[in-house]
């Protein structure tokens, strides 16, 4: 098996999705799901059960890198080369824990596990299955959660605003 990884030579404009391992001809309409989170890395938009995350664009591509090479594990330096496309000095292997520390906090786990394995003295793997989404398809999935949300939402604000019946 092979981590997906474009020639370097060719880095210029498109050297984040170089770095993060995929190609990005793939990904013109394709987002994934995995677990409650939808990943348009078309937008560079991660949603966690239809809200938008927070996520800056090194921890986006280190999170893209290990969906597309799930479930295969990525290489430490893999990681490191893709974090260091967007620094000037050279990175510890320090700044990639908390970078992947500072993922797992923003997304979350699924099912009480972490999407993110540690693969000791190798690197990382995403440990949730992964399943790719047209774009209609994951655009659907997120407004219908946004829905759901907004729906829950406003019958708490009826609930709250109701008054108590004696």
Partial sequence: ???H???ESLMSQT???????YDSSCITSVCY????????PER????????PVAAGRVEFDMILCLIVNAPRTCTRQLLLDIA???YS????????SKHINRIRHKIGNFGG????????????????PVEKLGLPQALALVDAELANEHRGNLENSKSMSSPAED
């Fill in 1 to 3: 098996m092979e981590i």
């Fill in 5 to 7: 990884k474009n020639n």
């Fill in 15 to 21: 050297i984040t999705s170089q770095a993060a391992g």
């Fill in 33 to 40: 799901k995995t677990g409650n989170l939808i990943i348009d």
């Fill in 44 to 51: 560079c938009t991660i949603f966690r059960n239809g809200t």
């Fill in 84 to 86: 260091g496309s967007y």
């Fill in 89 to 96: 000095h050279i990175l510890k292997n320090n700044t990639l």
């Fill in 113 to 128: 596990e972490s999407f993110i394995r540690t693969c000791h003295s190798v690197g990382y793997q995403w440990a949730v």
